[in-house]
């Protein structure tokens, strides 16, 4: 059986490295290595990383590194990007990565699957106003039904691209509180509306609840006096599903599902079939450089050596906090409004995957695992979060994701947006000793700095660089797993309270 992690002689070296790295301030780090800054800022896929501001010297860093070798740290990667069986409980790969090479891209030899491109064919049509409803008008409306990964990823993506490009309208519906199908179907025509399921299971109750509703909504569908004939309901359904034959059992034409591998995890989606909604706003181009941003920082991931690897150096980062200072929260704030959905988001991802208390082998994990994960977008955080972030007696670490581009826009709004990210990073690095005369010497308004963040650029807000960043935080978050020796693909967690609602309805308490 694989020793314990408390064991390796390499945790027992960072628990030192911890001992001796206590006194030493963030200002002291900078002193003894003026070019810091240069140092330990990596780029991967167009997405560059400054994580000069974090508690990290060359020596906590090769023992960082030490660890992940001794924890298999390569050949487990490579058994993930392989295809191989790393999803242990259900037995099967984890393979998203499979799905994000491009035909015409000539390093790569995959090519996209044919439910992929089946995928893509429906979303030009639907944007082409090929695809008509049953009394013949051309659809101009989805509404979008699903939940968890089958919903965050796709909306995420969707609203991060701007403003869609196509005629088609998309909307998102995952609760099962009526509020938010009730808004999803306001002003929709059933005449021009398609709705589209989304879920892997084909069994989750939220999804088929809101499906069941949204077509008693289509059926309700009186045709005007002079009108030519009904409506079919069934002619304005879809599904995405890796259980094809579940949504065929409930009336959805088999022509109109378009299906997934069951080794694609519900988290790990958007890359599949899922991401539909986003071809349909965005077009299948977007979808394309989506996949070949996300394939570039797999490349990456694959073949970068650890030291210079983004995903492996901000994984490690990760665990330095968690398991050897005890901080157990990390923050994002994306300074772009369009990526207001990444929180939720990487909630799922990183908290589904890694809220785990037993390791690979159903031993309990002994050492903290998942840290929460929590955010907001910037510059609004400003004004909820952050009183909490520079002065709270424990905190955060947190990611702050600016966009370059926007530093030199010809739009005020943008340059202050990005500015006042900088400002931020430089506040909760340096504290109110900063501000030279301007600081107050009264103690409620002492901030006392040395707080770590990464500085995360992306060149500007596009498919490709929303793929690789994405693809960056998957990476990261196995790379939490491996060294926590942890299934990062499986939730069963969760499957309790499903089981509980089951009886409930079994017993007819609701
Ligand atoms: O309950 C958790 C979960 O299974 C997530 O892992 C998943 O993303 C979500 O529910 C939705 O599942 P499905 O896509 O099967 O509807």
Known sequence: MTASRTDLPEWLALEEARRSFAPRTLAGLFKVEPDRRQRWTFTAAGVTADVS?????????????????????????????AGEGVNNTEHRPAWHTALRTRPDDPSLTRTLDEEQLRTLGFAEALRAGRIEGSTGRPITTVICIGIGGSDLGPRLVTEALGTPTGPVQVRFVSNIDPAELDAALVGAQPETTLVAAISKSFTTMETLENLRVARDWLAAWTPPASGPQQLDPAHHLIAITAQPDRATAIGIHPKRIFSFHDWVGGRYSLWSSCGLPIAIAHGHQAFLDLLAGAAEMDQHFATAPLERNLPVILGLLGIWYVNFWNIRARAVFPYAQRLRNLAPYL???????????????????????????????????????????????????ADFLVVDEYANSDDKRYRLLHAAAMAQVDALAWGDGILGPQRSTENYAIAPGGRPTNVISLPRLDARSIGALLALYEHRTFVHSVIWNINAFDQWGVEVGKKLLQQRLDRAVI
Request: hydrophobic share 40%; proline share 4%.
């Open 53 to 81: 501001r974090n508690w990290i010297d060359e020596n906590t860093f090769a023992a960082l590194l030490a660890l992940a070798r001794a924890c298999d740290l390569e050949k487990l990667r490579d058994a993930l990007l």
């Open 347 to 397: 909630q799922q991802l990183e908290m589904e995957s890694l809220g785990k208390r037993v390791d690979r082998n159903g031993q309990p994990t002994g050492i903290d695992t998942s840290p929460v994960v929590w955010g907001e977008v910037g510059t609004t955080a400003q004004h909820s979060v952050f009183q909490f972030m520079h002065q709270g007696t424990h905190w955060s670490p």
